[in-house]
């Protein structure tokens, strides 16, 4: 138990999905995992420990933005060892390439500030994914027919963006979409050593202005967890 998860100790898998949305863990878990119970319900952010195809897996929220994350995830690695941690969520497109309904597997995540920016001073760290998770997220997602993009992200440290300048810089530079956790994500796990990915699936676009309506967001949001799983558990 620590200050933010009341899990007791065993009561974390050492595979964890991370959505931003408690009420997503809760759907995922609800939808993917056998035998799912919850293990946490401090301050609303719920988790939930089952199984996939026999594999113990946990499902929970994050919070929005990387201060948030940071908690969830620096408990979660150095109070209940989890060893994979792979944030599901949804971002913005920003290539024209980019698809509503896509997803997006982060490469790299690209940011301004994130909560770790005080270790590294002057340097500029450059986060990246697991390499291991990446590539079999990619055959998983390849394998379901899903239209899927492998490159950077931008993780934003501001939801309301009054930036247009620099959109069009990570445009011009490739950048495929933009959320608001990951880089911090990849952050802890080089400090710890741990394995992180982020598969994200596009929920609207900074470009085409298109967005997906919330009626439709968890049908879509299936393949996005599906690809999750199997990537965590690939051999």
């Not at 974390?12 to 809760?26: E, F, H």
């Not at 990246?128 to 998983?140: I, N, P, R, V």
């Not at 596009?202 to 799983?229: K, N, W, Y």
């Amino acid at each position: 138990m620590t200050i933010h998860i009341g899990a007791k100790a065993g009561d974390i898998a050492p595979t964890v999905l991370m959505p931003g949305d408690p009420y997503r863990a809760k759907w995922a878990a609800e939808t993917f995992l056998d035998d799912a119970r919850l293990v946490n319900e401090v301050r609303g952010m719920l988790g939930f420990t089952g199984t996939w195809r026999g594999n113990p897996v946990t499902i929970q929220g994050s919070g929005m933005g990387m201060p948030s994350l940071s908690i969830y995830a620096n408990e979660l690695i150095k109070d209940y060892d989890a060893q994979t941690l792979i944030r599901i969520g949804s971002c913005g497109g920003m290539q024209e390439k980019v698809g509503i309904r896509d997803v997006i597997l982060a490469m790299t995540a690209t940011s301004m500030n994130t909560p770790s920016s005080g270790f590294f001073k002057e340097m500029n760290f450059a986060p990246s994914a697991d390499y291991g998770l990446l590539s079999a997220a990619h055959s998983a997602a390849t394998a379901k027919g899903v239209p899927t993009h492998v490159g950077g992200i931008y993780s934003s440290d501001v939801f309301y963006d009054e930036r247009p300048d620099l959109t069009d810089q990570l445009i011009r530079h490739g950048i495929l979409g933009v959320e608001m956790e990951a880089a911090e994500l990849y952050n802890l796990a080089h400090r710890y050593q741990r394995r992180a990915l982020a598969v994200l699936t596009v929920s609207d676009h900074l470009i085409t202005h298109e967005a997906l309506p919330s009626s439709e967001r968890e049908s879509s949001f299936g393949d996005m967890v599906e690809i999750a799983l199997e990537a965590a558990f690939a051999p």
